[in-house]
């Protein structure tokens, strides 16, 4: 139950709108869990954080993936598996054929089409290269299906300075940026020393040899010159949505 709603229940309550009993029927059909023998699902996280739980799919089986996906939008929360390569993309679809799936193929999302959250703030995400695009495809999707307003910048890596310059004043309106790089991973750096937005840097494992599987512009993005950039994991386009809709919607 949305913190909105129990708000409303215990308002109904104290009207005598409705029974305390009643109140207690409407909470404990919440309460019950769907239970798994691999699993426990995180439903109140919503109402604790302000995020839902998000399915990782890699190392699930396309059954235990779901199993989750039916039990958390049951609740009428946000369901959302990553990391989900096509073959098991298509068993979960053969599963669940009265859930309305949507695949997204270039992040590996699949997403429960439930109702469209209203949109929210502004967050642009930066791909240096074409290269770049899963990751933040899979930072798109995530905020998309929280309820953000996103739109991305792509190809605007600095081996062409620039294709990047030509976009400060679109950069400028944002209220939060989402940049995705690998080889040296210095975009972050310069979209923050134009803007005034929290700039939210991805490396990604994009690049040759001495990129070192993103291990180099990780290290070049924490290291960054410019003031307001945090730095998640290597090809973590979902945490780097999770933070930014954290920061849009001032939870």
């Known amino acids: 139950m949305k913190p909105e709603q129990l708000a409303a229940l215990l308002e109904q309550v104290s009207e005598g709108a409705i029974t305390p009993d009643a109140a ?51 609740r009428g929360q946000v369901a959302l598996a990553t990391r989900v390569t096509p073959d098991k993309a298509e068993e979960v679809q053969k599963l669940l054929p009265d859930l309305p799936l949507r695949w997204h193929e270039v992040p590996g999302i699949l997403e429960v089409i439930g109702p469209v959250p209203s949109a929210v703030g502004d967050v642009l995400v930066v791909s240096a ?35 990047i310059l030509g976009r400060v004043e679109r950069l400028r309106t944002a209220r939060v940026i989402v940049v995705v790089a690998g080889m040296d ?7 923050a020393g134009l803007v ?55 939870v």
Not at 185 to 191: E, F, I, N, Q, S
């Open 24 to 74: 207690f029927e409407a909470l404990s059909v919440q309460l019950e869990k769907p239970s798994y023998p691999y699993a426990q699902l995180d439903l109140e996280r919503p109402a604790r954080t302000g995020t839902p739980e998000v399915i990782y799919g890699a190392g699930k089986t396309a059954t235990q993936i779901a199993g989750l996906l039916k039990g958390i939008a049951s």
């Open 129 to 163: 290269g074409t290269s770049d695009l899963p990751v933040a495809e899979e930072a798109m999707v995530v905020l998309r299906a929280l309820g953000n307003r996103v739109e991305p910048v792509v190809d605007v890596g600095i081996a062409g300075i620039h294709r």
């Open 185 to 191: 991973g210095a975009l972050p750096a310069v979209v």
């Open 196 to 250: 005034r937005a929290p700039v939210i840097a991805v490396p990604t494992s994009v690049g040759y040899g001495a990129a070192f599987g993103g291990l180099a512009p990780l290290l070049t993005m924490l290291n960054a010159c410019a003031p307001g950039v945090g730095v998640v994991n290597i090809d973590n386009g979902f945490g780097a949505a999770m933070l930014a809709h954290r920061i849009n919607q001032g």
